[in-house]
């Protein structure tokens, strides 16, 4: 099936901490794993994505992890700032398809 | 350049009416998307447009919704005898080619039904 379970659905983290958000995905045949970030009251937008040919991608103070085998992928935030604030979602196009499907969302708080 | 269009940012109408939702991607771009984001929840997958091909329609939640591509660029989606639960913003995205490549979104339509 088509399928990504998101895990937590909300995250409170003090300035300065880490922040990790796992997704879990249905269809072994994906190659293509993005995070997209919506802040309140805008668009989402993309923040980093990773290709099955590598295990791990980082930009900055984000980072994310794939493990093929166990078919999921996490979102790493290190030194997290109030800016970090936001919903984020994974997303995952089922194998042989051209669509996103995404996960339920994280609701990240970053208190100062 | 510009980004992902949309109109109306914001559509209220009475249940049973029908509306029209515009799209204008990113020129250049073959891929075009639709979601649904009802208050507070995640992106529901609509239907997906590429190039010339059959659209993707199997996100769309009955036969009430309906969407076109015109040229290969404008996007419409109709939603026929509006229901109450069809309150939602409606996002348009699009990418370069396939869901393998960044989606821009658009900034939404907020349709509400009264």
């Known amino acids: 099936g088509e399928n990504v379970e998101q895990h937590p659905s909300t995250l409170s983290v003090q300035e300065g901490d880490s922040a990790v958000i796992k997704c879990t995905y249905s269809d072994s045949a994906s190659n293509y794993f993005p995070w997209y970030k919506q802040e309140l009251g805008k668009r989402p937008q993309l923040i980093i994505d990773?290709?099955?040919?590598?295990g791990e991608k980082k930009d900055q103070r984000i980072a994310v992890t794939l493990n093929k085998t166990a078919k999921h992928f996490s979102l790493h935030i290190t030194e997290t700032q109030p800016e970090d604030s936001a919903v984020y979602f994974c997303?995952?196009?089922?194998?042989?398809?051209?669509?996103?499907?995404f996960g339920a969302g994280t609701r990240l708080a970053v208190h100062p | 350049g510009a980004g992902v269009s949309q109109s109306p940012s914001n559509k209220v109408t009475e249940k049973g009416k029908d509306v029209e939702l515009r799209c204008d991607p990113i020129s250049g771009h073959t891929a075009l998307y639709w979601y649904r984001q009802s208050l507070g929840q995640g992106l529901e997958f609509l239907i997906y447009f590429q190039g010339n091909s059959a659209p993707d329609k199997s996100g769309l939640p009955s036969d009430r919704f309906s969407a076109e591509r015109t040229g290969g660029s404008v996007s419409t989606l109709t939603i026929q005898r509006t229901q109450q639960e069809d309150s939602a913003v409606y996002l348009c995205?699009?990418?370069?080619?396939?869901?393998?490549?960044?989606?821009?979104f658009g900034p939404g339509t907020r349709l509400t039904v009264t």
């Open positions: 997303a995952f196009p089922p194998g042989g398809y051209n669509k996103l499907i």
């Open positions: 990773i290709r099955s040919n590598v």
């Open positions: 995205a699009s990418s370069r080619q396939g869901a393998s490549n960044e989606q821009y």
